[in-house]
């Protein structure tokens, strides 16, 4: 069986005090962390976009004028709190990235547009993404909408949503369905784990055979899909449908290289950073 890897797990351990700081300071930028995804959605008419590179993935490849217009507005409004000292995990190339510690000892994730594929199409199932963890914790998570007017927040483990929650309409079967973006669950999850779901009804299959409008985040935390399954995680938003299902209580697997999932192990591939490993988190 493949180890249960619980992030939030503050009786093994404890962050220090100097992270309560820090996430006042991202709570206390959620007005502006907003201002951003509403300038996504503003600026989605018309948007031009290209190929920032030549993986075949558009999900990965696809960058907007909106992406790296958003990303600058969130890292300006950062770099003069003292969250300039973390270690930034940016998913574009913009300027003020520059400014953060590449040492920090805690880790900040930033999404700018998650879903480009879809937002450049004129979709709207995109949001803005902010994480924050410190090697071993995820402290927070915030997560926009900006179409739906629809935000999810994580604290040390307690999940709020405001908002109306949307209608995502999905194809027959979908809530026996794992789905997933990329990779290949059947050879990467333990045979033991596949035995079980299989004979429970549970198959997987890919986000775009389910549906072409909606990606995986929505489709998991509205409870349409059975779960989802990530594979070798982007460090940008990767680990944002493990810390909602982690903070509602959900079933999780997953495992590293190594034993459990490592977040300070961080590696470079063509499409950006990422985290070696998987989970597959369960609506149950």
């Not at 976009?49 to 075949?56: F, Q």
């Amino acid at each position: 069986m493949a180890p249960l890897f619980n992030l939030f797990d503050n009786d093994i351990y404890m962050p220090r005090t100097s992270s309560l700081n820090l996430i006042e300071t991202l709570q206390k930028l959620e007005p502006t962390f907003i201002e951003a995804g509403k300038l996504a959605y503003k600026m989605q008419e018309g948007v031009r976009s290209y190929n920032k590179r030549e993986t075949g993935s558009p999900a990965g490849d696809i960058v907007t004028e909106a992406d790296l217009a958003v990303q600058e507005l969130l890292l300006q409004a950062m770099s003069k709190t003292e969250l300039i000292n973390c270690r930034l995990l940016a998913e574009e190339d913009t300027p003020a990235a520059k400014l953060f510690n590449e040492y920090g000892e805690y880790y900040l994730g930033i999404d700018p547009i998650d879903d480009t594929a879809i937002y450049a199409k004129g979709g709207q199932h995109f949001s803005t993404i902010v994480t924050l963890h410190d090697g071993r914790n995820i402290l927070y998570v915030f997560l926009y909408f900006p179409a739906w007017d629809w935000m999810h927040t994580i604290v040390k483990n307690v999940y709020e949503v405001s908002g109306l929650t949307p209608d995502i309409s999905l194809t027959p079967g979908a809530d026996k369905t794992i789905v997933y973006g990329s990779g290949n669950p059947e050879k990467r999850i333990p045979a033991e784990i596949l035995k079980d779901l299989e004979a429970r009804g549970i198959n997987f299959s890919p986000i775009a055979s389910i549906t072409g409008e909606y990606a995986t985040i929505g489709s998991f935390i509205t409870g349409k899909v059975a779960g989802v399954y990530h594979e070798d995680m982007n460090a940008y938003d990767g680990i944002v449908e493990f810390a909602i299902a982690s903070a509602r209580g959900q079933k999780i697997y997953s495992g590293g290289p190594n034993g459990p999932i490592d977040l300070t192990d961080i590696r470079k591939r063509v499409s950006g950073l990422y985290y070696p490993g998987y989970y597959v988190a369960l609506n149950e």
